[in-house]
């Protein structure tokens, strides 16, 4: 909750974007990278938080894209 209330203020408030985009991306990566490792049941979630977040740098919401959109069904054929 406290990302979305973080991200809620940095769209009502500019001159926070830039540090709620850092930490909302910090923290998605960290989750990520967790993945190599163990199940991280929240990835999607924070990839949605990504997605809602201003500013937050291209590349990291290309991959918050990538955890959330559905699974491309030739992939498995």
Do not use: C, K, N, Y
Request: aromatic share 4%; glycine share 2%.
């Amino acid at each position: 909750m406290a990302l979305a209330a973080m991200i809620a203020t940095a769209w009502v408030d500019p001159g926070v974007r830039a540090d709620v985009a850092e930490l909302v991306a910090w923290r998605f990566m960290a989750a990520v990278q967790a993945t190599r490792s163990r199940p991280v049941t929240v990835l999607e979630s924070l990839a949605l938080l990504v997605r809602a977040t201003p500013d937050v740098h291209p590349e990291v919401r290309s991959l918050a894209d990538d955890v959330v959109a559905p699974p491309d069904p030739r992939a498995t054929a």
